[in-house]
């Protein structure tokens, strides 16, 4: 009886998610929520947008900063209505809008709690044949990110974080 009791206790820590095995499955869902957030916003699909934030969240800092999921998702709306009547206008469908993340760096702060910071690019892809891309922005971006529910989500993303890290 005692060797049996012994034994399922020696097995009990191997049953436990390891501190490096939450953080590795941890840095992978956030990569995933970024690469979310980067095609919800190249292809200006409002509901996807709000899905990488918490309901409270928000994009950009100070008192400019665009914040709660209506606000985040009228922000999308508004782009994806002026590409329409551009279009619409011109005849021309906009270029494709890339946003990519550089040379990011991930800190797990606790299990419910992390920052991303990297550098970022907006391009547009050229608008016709042989013409090349166009870089429309750059930066360094800090996303504050939360666990709500088991789920990773974007608390703040700052675009234009003041220069102190």
Known sequence: MMLTFGLLLSGLPALAESTFEREARDRAEIEKLMWQYARALDTLNADAYIATYTPDGQFGGGANATKGHDALHKMIAVLRQRNEETEAK???????????????????????????????????AGDAPNTPARIAAVGWERNELVRVNGKWLIKVRDTQPKDKE
Request: hydrophobic share 35%.
């Open 90 to 124: 011109t005849g021309k469908k906009p270029p494709a809008m890339y946003h990519t993340s550089m040379n990011p760096y991930l800190e797990l702060l606790d299990k419910d709690h992390a920052i991303f910071r990297a550098y970022w690019t907006t391009t547009f």
